[in-house]
């Protein structure tokens, strides 16, 4: 409805991200900070990493932190901390970013994708369970994929666009069939699960054997530049994620395992100890940001075409992303991209129809509903800093689109 705009939202532009809004506010405290860093060429490690570990490990509920390089290098030290390797197996969801599936399959793993709850968009524990049921042995404590002979070691769910995944039944799956849980909480940071016992909520990471944290720049706690972390409530298995971030060395040079080169920056640690410090007030931001469109789609009747995000009583939802089902997604996109409305597709290709992954031998019609997502979804903008005006113009525009 280009023709009923006013000259101030034709003028209007909202981008899918815009970083430079935060760093404006934060620039007197972060500048001093890299200033301090770069005062004591103290560069790898130390006390600003670990400083940031602790504090993240508090603000997640769990024991343990390890800073990481990446969200991705996490999850491959968490694979390589548990020995996943050549003839293993790891359950999780094709509807997710490429580093999920990928890490798998570097460590020589074979990754087995089961499909998504339509709803939440999460790995779908019916669905775990009935691959375990249609095509897993199990045999002296090992689950063994019958098909393939490989031994399924690991369930690795994603808390996709900062919801978690319904954790309970996959940890019930995972108790009973000996597997252990990575939990992918690169968009979950803080993202809480309400628990079946009554005993409070629990957050993502602080659940499975190891999450896995991404601190790229557009995740809820973005570095200024490449960092992660991994989390364990496990003391042992912390030990050995220490170890295989520093090449397996420990003593130094003494190698009684292979790991490789996966620290986190101090100049990284340092920016993020301070930017953690406002991440309730973001994560916040986010909701109210989600709560007016939920409204603002029901107030222009716009409910009949677009599904809103599905937040699950009791989980704290952080919004990393607010994605929209919608008919014609394409073409919704290029209209809005017209509007100078930013938005991405998270994901267009799960990862069971990825061209790499051709030799697991999935087939259309396998994972429908992590295929029929990758058509209909789309991400709007959602980041804190954004102004009730914008919020409105891309609802207004997207109803132009539909009228
Ligand atoms: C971002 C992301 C990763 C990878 O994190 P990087 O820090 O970019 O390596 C892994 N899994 C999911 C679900 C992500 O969103």
Redesign the pocket.
């Known amino acids: 409805m280009k023709s009923e705009a006013s000259p101030a939202t034709a003028r209007m532009e909202v981008p899918l991200l815009d970083l430079k809004a935060q760093y404006r506010g934060l620039k007197d405290q972060i500048l001093p900070a890299i200033e301090e860093v770069c005062a004591s060429q103290h560069f790898i490690l130390g006390p600003h990493v670990k400083d940031l570990e602790n504090s993240v490990a508090d603000y997640s509920q769990a024991a343990h932190g390890i800073g990481m390089s990446?969200?991705?290098?996490a999850?491959l030290v968490a694979l390589m901390a548990l020995e996943v390797g050549h003839g293993d197996e790891v359950i999780t969801t094709p509807y997710?970013?490429f580093?999920?599936g990928g890490t798998v399959a570097r460590v020589g793993a074979r990754p087995v994708f089961c499909d998504i709850d339509p709803q939440t968009y999460n790995l779908s524990a019916r669905m775990v369970q009935n691959f375990i049921d249609e095509h897993c042995d199990f045999r002296d404590g090992r689950l063994i994929n019958r098909v393939t002979g490989g031994h399924v070691k690991v369930l690795l769910p994603?808390h996709?666009y900062g919801q978690m995944a319904d954790m309970q039944p996959l940890m019930d799956i995972a108790r009973q069939f000996n597997l252990k849980v990575i939990e992918?909480a690169?968009?979950a940071i803080g993202a809480e699960y309400p628990a079946a016992d009554g005993s409070g909520p629990r957050r993502a990471g602080s659940i499975g054997d190891i999450g896995?944290f991404?601190?790229?720049p557009s995740?809820n706690l973005g570095a200024f530049g490449?960092?992660?972390m991994c989390t364990a409530n496990d003391d042992t298995l912390a030990g050995t994620l220490r170890i295989m971030r520093v090449h397996g060395g420990k003593p130094k040079y003494y190698h009684a395992v292979i790991g490789g080169n996966f620290r986190l920056d101090a100049l990284q640690a340092a920016v993020l100890k301070i930017k953690l410090a406002h991440l309730d007030d973001w994560t916040a931001a986010r909701q109210r940001n989600a709560a007016f469109y939920d409204q603002a789609f029901v107030a222009a009747g716009l409910t009949d075409r677009i599904t809103t995000p599905v937040a699950m009583k009791g989980y704290r939802h952080i919004y990393n992303q607010y994605v929209i089902r919608v008919p014609d997604r394409d073409k919704l996109r290029a209209h809005l991209a017209d509007s100078k409305i930013g938005t991405e597709i998270y994901y267009p290709v799960p990862l069971h129809e990825q061209e790499c992954f051709a030799h697991l031998g999935y087939r259309e019609g396998d994972c429908l509903e992590s295929s029929r997502a990758a058509r209909e979804t789309l991400a709007l903008p959602v980041y804190p800093e954004l102004s009730q005006e914008q919020l409105q113009y891309v609802v207004d525009t997207i109803a132009g689109f539909y009228a």
């Open positions: 990446s969200g991705t290098d999850l997710t970013f580093a999920t994603v996709l992918d690169a968009q896995c991404s601190f790229f995740k490449d960092g992660g």
